[in-house]
């Protein structure tokens, strides 16, 4: 079900929104709003940490480093947050790319990506915060 | 001057967005709306890095480091942008806290903070994304 | 070839650093210092623009969502950056969560994640900052 | 009291570490993996929550907004951290930046920029994180 909802804006603060969705490429200014709203809740669920959220863990590493692709298999295996898919690059002779979708409590998915980027051979690490999407039509 | 613009959300897209301005105290949509607009402008401006912005350096360091208050002082003199103020706090017996405030074009308030931050002493820095409000009514 | 170099700091600090190491569980100082190292290089990649990088765009999209499916597989297809592999989560009846990676100048792969995240029916899209790892040993 | 440690590293990676230093102005390593350990130790003050931290909150407002110099007043009265210091920038007829640079729990000092930068009139407002430098040595 759609709701319309209004705002009152000044002339000129509307007038550089518009220049701003131009520049992002927005359709309309309601696909904008719509955005900037989910965008903000998508960064509490991530805060209040109760409801499960996805996580995207990217991990760049060198796959000769002895060891190391037991290690990432044991400590995905042993992990709360349950892993969804993970997909595997190759780079180039030594460096693979290796993306973890995982699904959990935020803890539960920063505690994996802490355990997963802290590894000997794991160049480059990060967690992307993403989202069920469940509530956030 | 102002003008009135709406949105189109789905029902529970809008009553989480509701929910969200209750945490935080917001006292209405529009105000809300018009926070996160200002926030992306905001953002963008640093990026763009035309117009003038104001910057907040935040400096904590020991002043009995030999030579540093000497230094700091030099690399303000020193530098393209232009610098509004200074606030210095005394937190204790070998720590200050100083706010510099800072006007110019994002790259020369980079390099400002570049340059200070990493001077021996200071123990913590960082560079804060101001405005100057001109065009955010 | 492993090169060893040596730091000077202050005991405490080089106490807190080892509760950090512990609590993130790393195995050593050195991987530890390495990582920040790094991750710092990773970050002026991304700023200073020349060399290619790796991205992780990470898109929640509902697929019910009409002509969604074909807008963002046209624009895959039309950017300038190089699109190695996407994968797909279905993760329940509406909503799905894709992971595009791509290859390319960091302003090339920002100008796709752009159009990608901005699409209707995309409720949440983000682009996280990797590396081809080719310089970090 | 100063303490050496070493770290091994390949040396393609030590290079381009000092490309890094030269580039933000750094005068040795030393300095250079202090700042990034201290850095890591800031933020983690910070998600941890419990020691008190330095924050500095950036307010850009109107002041010709009726009520709000009242209201401001009246939150930065009430508030539990306390706060250290106020620092006012005239920077034209209308808009004016003001400091606040408080001290708390990350949690208190987060509910204080949260009351601040939601006001009617505020038009950009941010929190970054600082430190006591107590335990940075």
Same mark, same amino acid.
């Given at each position: 079900m759609l709701e319309r909802f209004s705002a009152t804006l000044d002339a000129g603060l509307l007038e550089r929104f518009?220049?701003?969705?131009?520049?992002?490429?927005?359709?309309?200014?309601?696909?904008? $709003? %719509?955005?900037? &709203? %989910? #965008?903000?809740? $998508?960064?509490?669920?991530?805060?209040?940490? #109760?409801?499960? $959220?996805?996580?995207? &863990? !990217?991990?760049v590493y060198d796959h000769h480093q002895r060891n190391l692709l037991n290690r990432m298999t044991q400590i995905q295996h042993d992990c709360q947050a349950s892993i969804i898919s993970t997909t595997h690059v190759h780079m180039d002779h030594h460096n693979c790319l290796e993306i973890v979708i995982v699904k959990g409590k935020p803890s539960e998915v920063r505690a994996l990506a802490d %355990?997963? !980027? !802290?590894? #000997?051979? $794991?160049k480059s690490g990060n967690l992307s915060a993403a989202t069920t999407g469940r509530r956030l039509t």
């Open positions: 518009d220049g701003l969705l131009d520049r992002h490429g927005y359709e309309n200014r309601s696909e904008a $709003v %719509r955005d900037l &709203i %989910r #965008k903000a809740l $998508v960064a509490e669920e991530w805060q209040s940490g #109760k409801a499960p $959220v996805m996580g995207v &863990i !990217t991990l %355990r997963l !980027t !802290t590894l #000997k051979g $794991v």
